[in-house]
């Protein structure tokens, strides 16, 4: 299922079932079956096609939004290995954790509101009539030690943008980590046909602007005094990327 394209059904129960299912995560058949009262038997129909079209999959006894992703790249950066893969419901707790305290002080606002969204929903993967995000980890030995988050609106005017987070744990920093994620992130947004990246970062955060610059981002725009942390103003950065 590719995240850019509409949602439709053709069957007002098979709708129901991808919505209860997309708004939980992750669920176990007979917990989804009773909650929407449906028969047995039409519940397991209408689940049979969404799975053959790619819309849910089955994964230790549960059903779930099918992740369209499956490619697992490995890496090594001198004593470093890691992998990046797109995120999975279970990976959530491991994400949400890590995109915290990479984030440290809370120098990455947009971030910080991503892990908040997240662990309230307890949801990784979103696609549905307002809004789709996805994720893709960096891991070492199973351990979630950076990210890359797209979000973007289903709205017909901004449906060629996307916004894009990303960060890496402080001790894994320098090994390449994070340039790996942006381009994996970078070129699924290519091959959906987004136009345009966007982030915004404080300005005191020069790190997180200086790599974007430096793998092809420009600032667009400098919002004066748009963020208060304690009681020092900070400008916001608007950067971009044209694909």
Known sequence: MQLTEPLQFDHEDRKEIYEYIESHG??????????????????????AILKRDGVLEEHDGTIRVAYEDTVEEEFRADDVEFTIRQARQEDLTGLVGAIREAIGGGGYVD?????DVVDSEGVLLRHNELESRIFFVACIDDEVVGWVHLKHPESRKLGHTAELTLGVLER????????????RG????????FEKLYN?????????????????????????????FDETYVDETMMAMDL
């Open 172 to 183: 894994y920093r320098g090994n390449g980590i994070g340039s790996h994620l942006l381009e």
């Open 26 to 47: 992750s669920v176990k058949p007979e917990d989804a079956r009773h909650a929407l009262q449906m028969d047995p038997r039409p519940f397991g129909h209408h689940v």
């Open 186 to 193: 970078t070129e699924w947004a290519a091959s959906n046909d």
């Open 111 to 115: 971030a910080e509101t991503v892990a």
């Open 200 to 228: 915004s970062i404080p300005a005191s955060n020069r790190d997180a602007i200086e790599f974007l610059e430096g793998h092809g981002w420009e600032v667009e725009a400098v919002r004066e005094n748009h963020y208060k």
